[in-house]
């Protein structure tokens, strides 16, 4: 059975009936389960139980439909609501006003999608893990499921910040120097050069080993940014073990903190601009940061590497190179949203902030993979790249 095209049929029901009575036991039988079990399924796929998403998918419909002019008992009552009073309530509480307001020019209605669930290809640890310090699993081999979520920018930093502050290297990890992601090195890429004397800024410094790091190295300054206020701590925490005094923001990248401008020799990010809301204004925000002639070094996992699974001793395709939309997934009783972005976005992006692009590294270091040599994920990284790395300049 293809589970995926099952579960899109039964959401494709549901959609057709919210303004009448919902049969489950159709959808159970479209997914060939019980009642019970459909309703366990969706609540793991989507984090939200079935009986709240259709509630927020009618007063969103309800919504649409007052705004195009509809008498509200009517729309009360196609929904399912015994008596105006009890649709106004239901109403104000999901969108904040009440139903009459709805047709005024400028009112925010909280519109709640309809989901779809298609495969996303999520990542597998590719070297033994350290209980301290384990390598970043966004975006490589193994097949996941993820349901697409509409772009709110304010949603999605919510939802990732609060994994970061309950699960994030708990169910993820921690990539950090000296490795950029899976099998691509500093120590062979050479790409920082000398940094003793240097100021430094990292976007999404997570625990702080990235800075240790660069202080490892007699950096002048460090500084970094991180949207989790749990990963600010433990990054002061570790930081501080090793001696070091770091100027720490909790804040999104995509945002003004008081970071100052025209300021570090260094901006860099390891695995973290991926998770930017507004990849184009980052990089902006990025470029006022460093001084002229600055340097901006970024990794994430290869876009090519997230549309394509090993299998069977072969490769083959899983989702569209193309696709942009946002996604979630959920990992560990927490959930994150990711948007899987063309390699020419970021390169396209970094031009119109202003960048030159120095170096870009897509190849796998092999005595790296000589570490993993019998797993798929290694044996995948040797037929097409999985992280890659780029080395860019400020005009």
């Known amino acids: 059975m293809d589970w995926q095209k099952c579960m899109n049929q039964a959401l494709d029901y549901i959609e057709n009936n919210l ?110 893990k350290n209980p301290g310090h384990r390598t970043n699993i966004i975006g490589a081999g193994e097949v996941g499921c993820a349901v697409s979520v509409d772009g709110d920018k304010n949603n999605i930093r919510k939802m990732n910040g609060s994994f970061w502050d309950t699960k994030g290297n708990e169910v993820i990890g921690t990539t950090a120097l000296p490795l950029y992601g899976a099998f691509v090195s500093e120590e062979k890429c050479r790409l920082f050069g000398n940094v003793s004397g240097k100021k430094l800024l990292e976007i999404c410094c997570g625990t702080g080993h990235s800075l240790q790091y660069h202080g490892d190295r007699n950096a002048s300054e460090l500084w970094g940014i991180d949207i989790s206020e749990k990963q600010i701590e433990k990054a002061k925490q570790h930081l501080s073990s090793k001696g070091y005094l770091a100027k720490l923001f909790c804040s999104p990248m995509e945002e003004d903190c008081g970071i100052p401008v025209d300021y570090f020799d260094y901006v860099y990010s390891i695995y973290g ?123």
Request: charged share 25%; net charge positive.
């Open 19 to 128: 303004s009448c009575d919902i049969d489950y036991s159709v959808t159970a039988k479209i997914m060939n389960c019980s009642e019970w079990e459909f309703r366990r399924i969706f609540s793991f796929f989507a984090q939200i139980p079935l009986s709240e998403y259709i509630r927020r998918r009618r007063l969103t419909m309800a919504a649409i439909d007052i705004k195009n002019g509809e008498k509200i008992i009517d729309v009360a009552i196609r929904y399912g609501y015994d008596s105006q009073a009890a649709f106004s309530r239901a109403f104000s509480r999901l969108h904040g006003i009440a139903p009459s307001l709805a047709r005024d020019e400028g009112a925010m209605l909280k519109i709640f999608p309809r989901l779809t669930f298609k495969l996303i290809l999520m990542e597998g640890n590719s070297m033994e």
């Open 273 to 395: 601009v991926g998770w930017s809301t507004d990849l184009a204004g980052t990089f902006c925000r990025i470029a006022s940061y460093l001084k002229k002639d600055g340097v901006f070094i970024f990794s994430w996992s290869h876009p090519i590497h997230k549309c394509v699974a090993f299998e069977n001793d072969s490769l083959s395709f899983k989702k569209c190179y193309f696709d942009e939309s946002w996604y979630s997934v959920s990992l560990d009783g927490g959930a994150i949203s990711l948007s899987d972005r063309k390699l020419s976005t970021y390169i396209n992006a970094l031009t119109k902030a202003g960048f030159i692009i120095d170096e870009m590294i897509e190849e796998s270091d092999d005595e790296i993979i000589q570490l993993k040599k019998d797993s798929d994920f290694a044996k995948k990284a040797k037929m097409l790249p999985v992280t890659f790395v780029i080395k860019a300049r400020k005009l």
